[in-house]
């Protein structure tokens, strides 16, 4: 049969912790293994959450690669402001600037023919007031005021400082100087052509390095009037190397490969210690469910009969194969994932408030945000994905129904009626998973912004408290990884914590299972041996009700069997004529009365001692998967040659013979093995355990003609000369039975041989006419 | 699977292709990220820049982030659409396409695994679709766009991304040349771990019975060590898949800062800046690039999955149908309720061996014909000719004159009245199984229904259930036992008051009594009416018109009870199987 859906829908716990608790008692000594991991794991996390604190230092180090040397920085500009110190400055620019105003140069002013006569008033003019003057700026003043054709002559080429500079510098300079407001006088305020400024400088020394005035020029010149980082780096680049050296930053290229190693190790560490955490917890829980399996086996068979009577197969089943699955997956994979989960939480939360408190409070409520909100949508899908599972499960269901009653559906055509349902059950699964499909492919997306909002929350918040100077850059880099750190834990808690309510769930079903009463332990008194037990069998008012039952199903039932009796069966299908086998075999007790083996009661025997005496072949022939000698030896200790001659006994030999491998073929459920054929592989089965009293359940009508004759042949020779218990589908093969017990609706409704019941024209009569009649 | 997806249509196509752009401008999205997060560090790490242009760009890669959201709901919305109308439409399709096929067809597939080719693997190709298109179209756009961003970066830290990659994927396909073939063995144990359970628990009386409990465990024992085994072997190693996985990842972005660190120290001040940034940029899409090859590994892993329920749901779809409808659909003689058979013979298609040999008879109107055999003597195999379950190989089966492969199915089907061996009920309730189907008359009225599942001898136990003629059946009527469920099975076809009824093998789950009673009310009930019963109990057909016998596919005699009694070996062996010779002169 296929897996049906409906079994895999959710299943929740009743008793959530209560589950769990019961689990981690059963796990017993593999509590230690756990735990031994649970504290890798939590070292693991551990290490995790230190990484990023070291590799913040491990960015602030390379950080530290791309700034300017400052302490370079500081000796250059002091050179350079020692040159131009505004006393310098006002120093040489006023020998620069000097002007000698003597009556040589008036003279040959006023004489020169290539100066105007308009000129020439000016400058007189002037000339008076500056002579009347005795403020040095309002000189420059006047002095810029003098048409430029007098200003040749007064501020003439000449060599400063062994720099030559030019009269239209000069005049420049002048212009410049007048302009400003300001008293003081700094080089900035100052357009100063090149050669002014080189003829300011001076050669000078930071430690052994001579840097000359060229070189300080071009600082300057790099320098000043550049706003742009990317042009003052790439100006500065232009500089001489020796000067370079002092700018370039600093990397500290030890500390960095000290970091990168240690990161290193760390992450091996890291990985390792998951990697064994994960080894030890895959080992124990493939060991427990080892173990839960083996003790749900066991279980089985210290079970009372009745419990199968209110279970299905398929449900014990289930327990041991999907429960004991689910229970050992989910704790494999949640515990130790829901162990990191939590320590990375927590870490990560106390890292990032070690490390910045508005930093952490901008990682966490931005990342809070994000997942209340989608808790909200995954709260309101979660009816979707049941809504879902039980849609899947009619429509299975319906299809099912539908394929295995085809030939029905065909006979009566029913298709249009099967179309009608399918098309209303697949419609509403369309619609269920239309929005379950989309609703559970938003989660990775969601999950994705709310890292990538932490993210940019991170970015800008810290952007701003890098500027203010608060934080370095590195903690930044660190957040970005705390972001992440702690957004990826949140959500696998939330998985995990739903695993676990499965795997309570399901540990529920199987230590339902395990706390089943159990059939109890016996004290025998006595013990009846196989050899030497006659086989007279006394029912002494016997009253037995089946649990749930209102109504005894055999009440005050008394009857007797002596050695080689045959005892019949008989009844409607459903009649309950497996009562009395399962009383006999003691596969349920009864409530009243007595039943004795040769005088002994079977209470006071143990059930094991009871089963020896008794071979038992049932209708519902039993093979298991293995080969035929298996399946005819099964747990006893016979010899191949006692077997073959069981074998020939009751004339098996000859279809063993045609089986491909004979003894040694094996079989399935589905082989071509007939009905009869299994039928009498049970009863060889059964001869070989010689036991002095017989249950027999007659073979179906289903087995071909000639098997049939060979299996009523075995069966007689198996019953012979031993007290046998024969439940009857034939009316003709227990004519001569000792007793019949006639068995209606669970009761035992008439006692006696075949003349007395035929006589009796009771229930057996009319049963045994209708034979006969059409 | 190409050959499903051609079923999509044009609108599809459109909303697929509108899903790949989408992805496309979802990828340029969320790697447009990383440009506006290295715009932001080089603003931090400049002095004197303003804090608008750092909030303007953490505004613009927020813009980015929800954009890429917005942009995943609709692609989530589009593709959870063509998800599911891929299965609804599907679904239908192999539905439509099973109630076509013939029985013959059907036992070739067996009815469970059409069934999980109806559900499971339909909905494995939609799980595929609705999870995975997203994948598939993103880790490829992905990988490619991640690439060339950082491809022009720096010829070394592309070696080390490749490098990375190149582990990976070897561990991870190492892992699974490893761990896949022993997930198939698991598989296969923990069936047979199921098988050992079963057996024990069927067989529960048999082993209390042998004392063999001790040997049912240690059965049990050996196969779930066995499992154990594997099982940890296949842990164990999937152990190191995740641990690897990050320390690789770990590894190369640190690689990336140790030699971004030497190269920004050998570089030029101004080129400096720029190694930094490329370092931020280029260490966030390495990992890109190796989360979208991670994503390509469970495509890969995902998608001979999905083939295989592809090919058998193709499997389906693609069978030929070997019974083709006729085209009578009206009565065109005078002839009722007459079944003759003309040198039949049949053999499933692929079989060597025939089931029926050359078999002959003809059955009247108001006649009961019955049919018996040992087990495999293809009593029912012949029965399920009528109704065409199954096509004659040889010779030919006419119903009122006409040859059964002349009619349109719907309306044979409604001249006979067919019981199966085992007893179909569907879901609903007393009543609607009994009217259940189509018969080509009016609906059946209450008394009608009423009347069938009296004559049924149903109407005891019916009328005992709280809710009567309405009481719910469960599905496939779990809820009632077998014995009931033959009875409605019976009444059903009763209250189609059909010309010929066919019994197959309907009576042996009845015991004598029952079965006794039920056929004289048939009977009577049906004077007219033309049966057909595959028996195994010589008691449920003595008085036929006809009986025919059958051994190994060979019809070895025709004729009443009493003729065969002394002609027909075969008979007289089963007669005496069940009853004695003097019962039998009783009788």
Redesign the interface.
């Known amino acids: 049969?296929?897996?049906r859906?409906m079994n895999t829908k959710p299943k929740k716990a009743k008793n959530f912790t209560g589950s769990l608790k019961r689990l981690f008692s059963e796990l017993g000594t593999f509590r230690l293994f756990i735990l031994l991991s649970i504290v890798l794991a939590i070292l693991s996390s551990i290490l995790t959450i230190a990484?990023p604190s070291i590799?913040k230092d491990?960015?602030n180090?390379?950080?530290e690669?791309?700034k300017?040397n400052e302490e370079g920085i500081n000796k250059l500009s002091e050179i350079l402001s020692s040159d131009l110190s505004e006393d310098n400055i006002q120093k040489h620019l006023k020998s620069i600037l000097r002007v000698e105003l003597n009556s040589t140069t008036i003279q040959s002013i006023n004489n020169s023919t290539t100066i105007s006569n308009e000129d020439k008033n000016t400058f007189n003019e002037l000339l008076t007031k500056i002579s009347k003057t005795t403020d040095e700026s309002k000189v420059y003043s006047y002095l810029s005021r003098m048409p430029s054709s007098v200003l040749k002559v007064l501020l003439p080429s000449s060599t400063y400082n062994n720099i030559k500079i030019s009269s239209t510098e000069k005049i420049d300079l002048l212009n410049s100087l007048t302009n400003l407001s300001k008293e003081q006088i700094s080089i900035n305020d100052l357009k100063l052509s090149n050669q002014i400024i080189l003829s300011m400088l001076t050669d000078s020394k930071i430690e052994d390095t001579t840097i000359t005035k060229a070189e300080k020029l071009s600082i300057i010149s790099a320098l000043q009037g550049n706003?742009d980082?990317?042009t003052i780096?790439?100006e500065?680049?232009k500089l001489p190397d020796n000067i370079?050296s002092y700018?370039?930053?600093s990397?500290n290229?030890d500390r960095?490969?000290t970091l990168?190693l240690i990161?290193?190790l760390l992450?091996?560490l890291s990985?390792?210690l998951?990697?064994i955490t994960?080894?030890i917890m895959?080992?124990v829980?493939?060991?427990f469910?080892?173990k839960l399996?083996?003790n749900?086996?066991?279980k089985?068979?210290r079970l009372s009969?009745s419990y199968?009577d209110t279970h299905t197969?398929g449900d014990?089943?289930s327990r041991?194969?999907n429960d004991v699955?689910t229970v050992a997956q989910n704790l494999?994979q949640s515990l130790t994932t829901l162990v990191t989960g939590i320590t990375l939480l927590l870490g990560t939360v106390i890292m990032m408030f070690i490390t910045n408190t508005y930093m952490a409070l901008t990682a966490i409520t931005s990342s809070l945000i994000g997942f209340i909100f989608m808790g909200i949508i995954l709260g309101r899908s979660q009816k979707y994905f049941t809504r879902r599972q039980v849609e899947?499960g009619n429509?299975?269901?319906?299809?099912?129904?539908?394929?295995?009653?085809?030939?029905?559906?065909?006979?009566?055509?029913?298709?249009?009626?099967?179309?009608k349902k399918?098309?209303f059950y697949?419609?509403r699964?369309?619609e269920a998973?239309?929005?379950s499909?989309?609703l559970?492919?938003?989660m990775?997306?969601?999950m994705?912004?709310i890292g990538?909002?932490g993210?940019?929350a991170v970015?800008?918040v810290?952007?701003?408290l890098?500027?203010n100077g608060s934080i370095s850059?590195g903690v930044?880099v660190a957040f970005m990884t705390y972001v992440r750190l702690f957004t990826n834990p949140l959500t696998q808690i939330a998985q995990a914590m739903s695993t676990m309510q499965q795997t309570a769930a399901s540990s529920e079903r199987v230590f339902e299972f395990m706390d089943e009463e159990e059939m109890p332990v016996e004290h025998p008194k006595t013990k009846l041996l196989k050899e030497e037990v006659k086989g007279n069998i006394e029912f002494n008012n016997v009253k037995f009700t089946y649990k749930g039952n209102d109504k005894p199903t055999i009440k005050n039932f008394t009857a007797s069997a002596s050695k080689g009796d045959k005892i019949a069966i008989v009844g409607?299908?459903?009649a309950g004529k497996t009562t009395l086998v399962n009383l006999l075999?003691r596969?349920y007790e009864i409530d009243e009365g007595r039943i004795t083996i040769d005088g002994t009661d079977i209470k006071d025997i143990s059930?094991?001692n009871l089963?020896?005496l008794?071979?038992?072949v049932?209708q519902?022939t039993?093979i298991?998967?293995g080969t035929v000698k298996e399946n005819i030896k099964?747990?006893t200790n016979a010899t191949d040659e006692e077997i073959t001659s069981v074998c020939k006994k009751i004339g098996l030999d000859h279809f063993i013979g045609s089986l491909p491998k004979g003894y040694d073929t094996v079989l399935g459920?589905n082989d071509s093995v007939?009905?009869g054929e299994r039928q009498l592989l049970?009863i060889a089965?059964g001869m070989l355990?010689n036991s002095p009293l017989i249950?027999l359940d007659e073979a179906t009508?289903?087995?071909?003609?000639?098997t049939?004759?060979l299996v009523?042949k075995a069966m007689d020779k198996l019953a012979k000369g031993k007290t046998s218990f024969i439940i009857a589908h034939?009316l003709?093969t227990i004519?001569n039975a000792n007793l019949i017990l006639v068995m209606d609706e669970g009761n035992i409704v008439e006692v006696g041989t075949h003349e007395e019941l035929i006589k009796k024209n009771g229930v057996y009569a009319?049963?045994y006419n209708?034979?006969?009649?059409? | 699977m190409f050959k499903l997806f051609k079923k999509f249509e044009k609108k599809e196509w459109l909303i697929i292709l509108f899903v790949l752009l989408l992805t496309i401008f979802q990828v340029f999205l969320e790697l447009k990220?990383p440009d506006y997060?290295s715009e932001?560090?080089s603003?931090?790490?400049?002095s004197?820049?303003s804090?608008s242009d750092?909030?303007r760009n953490?505004l613009y890669?927020?813009v980015?982030?929800?954009g890429?959201?917005i942009t995943?709901?609709i692609i989530?919305?589009a593709?959870?659409?063509i998800?599911?109308?891929f299965?609804?439409k599907t679904?239908?399709e192999v539905?439509?396409k099973?109630?076509e096929?013939g029985?013959a067809e059907?036992k070739d597939f067996s009815?469970?695994s059409?069934?999980?080719r109806?559900?499971?693997d339909i909905?494995q190709i939609?799980m595929l679709i609705?999870?995975g298109m997203?994948l598939i179209f993103r880790a490829p756009v992905m990988a490619i766009w991640a690439i060339t961003k950082i491809l022009n970066k720096s010829a070394e830290w592309s070696t080390y991304t490749a490098i990375g990659i190149v582990i990976l994927m070897s561990v991870v396909s190492i892992l699974m040349v490893f761990v896949i073939p022993k997930f198939k063995k698991i598989q296969k144990l923990?069936d047979?771990?199921?098988?050992?359970?079963?057996?024990?628990?069927?067989?529960?009386?048999?082993?209390?019975?042998?004392?063999?409990?001790?040997?049912?465990?240690k059965?049990?024992?050996r196969v779930?060590?066995d499992?154990?085994k594997i099982?940890?072997f296949n842990?164990?190693t999937?152990?190191?898949l995740?641990?690897?996985i990050?320390?690789v990842m770990?590894?190369l972005t640190?690689t990336i800062?140790?030699t971004?660190?030497?190269f920004?120290?050998d570089a030029?001040?101004?080129s400096?800046?720029t190694i930094?940034s490329n370092?931020i940029v280029f260490s966030s899409y390495s990992m890109q690039v190796i989360m979208s090859f991670l994503m390509l590994a469970v495509i890969f892993m995902i998608i001979p999955r999905a083939q295989v329920s592809a090919t058998r749901i193709n499997e389906v779809l693609e069978k030929d149908i070997s019974i083709k409808d006729g085209h009578i659909s009206r009565k065109i003689n005078d002839e009722v309720g007459t079944v003759e058979f003309r040198h039949v013979s049949f053999k499933y298609p692929d079989a060597e061996e025939y089931l029926l040999k050359n078999i002959s008879f003809k059955v009247n109107k108001g006649e009961t014909i019955a049919f018996i055999g040992?087990?495999?003597?293809g009593k029912s195999t012949l029965i399920?000719l009528v109704?065409r379950?199954y096509d004659a190989t040889e010779g030919e089966i006419l119903v009122n004159g006409v040859d059964v492969r002349e009619y349109k199915?719907?309306h044979l089907?409604?001249i006979?009245g067919?019981v199966?061996q085992k007893a179909?009920?569907?879901?609903g309730t007393v009543a609607s199984n009994v009217k259940?189907?189509?018969?080509?008359k009016k609906e059946l009225t209450d008394d009608e229904i009423k009347e069938a599942i009296k004559i049924a001898n149903a109407e005891d136990f019916v009328l005992k259930m709280e809710n009567k003629y309405n009481e719910h059946i469960a599905?496939?009527g779990q809820n009632i036992?077998?014995?009931q469920k033959q009875r409605l099975?019976i009444a059903?076809a009763i209250a189609?008051n059909p010309e010929i009824y066919?019994f197959d093998d309907s009576f042996?789950?009845?015991?004598?009594?029952?079965?006794?009673e039920l056929?004289?009310a048939i009977k009577a009930h049906t004077k007219d009416a033309t049966l057909m019963i595959v028996a195994?109990?010589i008691?449920?057909i003595?008085?036929a018109d006809k009986i025919v016998v059958l051994d190994k596919g060979k019809c070895v005699g025709i004729g009443t009870h009493k003729e065969l009694l002394k002609t027909c070996d075969?008979y007289k062996?089963?007669a005496l199987?069940?009853?004695?010779e003097e019962?039998l002169k009783?009788?």
């Open positions: 049969m296929p897996r859906n990484t590799l491990l960015t180090e390379i950080t690669g791309i300017v706003n980082p990317q780096y790439s500065l680049d370079k700018l370039e930053p990397m290229m960095i490969i990168s990161l290193l992450y091996i990985t390792l998951s990697y994960s080894l895959s080992t829980t493939s060991k469910a080892n399996r083996k749900i086996s066991k089985i068979n009969l199968f197969i014990v089943l041991i194969t699955d494999n899947l429509l299975d269901g319906h299809i099912e129904e539908v394929y295995a009653g085809l030939n029905v559906l065909k006979a009566y055509n029913g298709e249009e009626d099967a179309n399918f098309d697949n419609k699964v369309y998973n239309k929005k499909l989309f559970s492919g938003l990775q997306p969601m994705g912004f990538n909002f993210y940019v970015c800008i810290g952007a701003i890098t500027l850059f930044i409607k299908t459903g075999m596969f059930r094991d089963h020896e008794f071979t038992m049932l519902d039993w298991f998967n099964y747990n459920d007939s009905l049970t089965r355990e249950i009508s289903n087995v071909d003609t000639r049939e004759e009523q034939r003709s004519k009319s049963l209708s034979q006969f009649e059409l | 990220m997060m932001i560090t603003l931090v790490e400049t004197g820049s804090m750092i909030i953490g890669m927020l980015c982030a929800l890429s959201l995943s709901v989530g919305f593709v959870s659409r998800a599911s109308n299965s609804y679904r239908k539905f439509t099973v109630e096929l029985m059907v009815t469970s059409l069934i999980t109806t559900t499971n909905t939609e609705g999870l997203q923990t047979e771990l199921n098988n050992k359970a079963r057996e024990n628990l069927t067989g529960i009386r048999v082993v209390r019975a042998f004392n063999a409990e001790k040997y049912q465990e059965r049990f024992k779930n060590d499992l154990t099982q940890l842990q164990r999937l152990a190191i995740m641990p690897i990050s320390l770990y590894v640190l800062y140790y971004g660190a030497s920004i120290s030029a001040l101004s400096k800046l930094f370092m040992s087990t495999g003597s399920n109704p379950f199915q719907k089907h409604d006979l067919y199966p179909v009920l569907f879901s259940y189907g189509d018969n080509g599905q496939s036992s077998g014995g099975a059903r189609r066919i042996s789950a009845l015991d004598y009594k029952t079965d006794l056929r004289k195994q109990r008691g449920t003595m008085n075969v062996e089963i199987s069940q009853l004695s019962e009783n009788a």
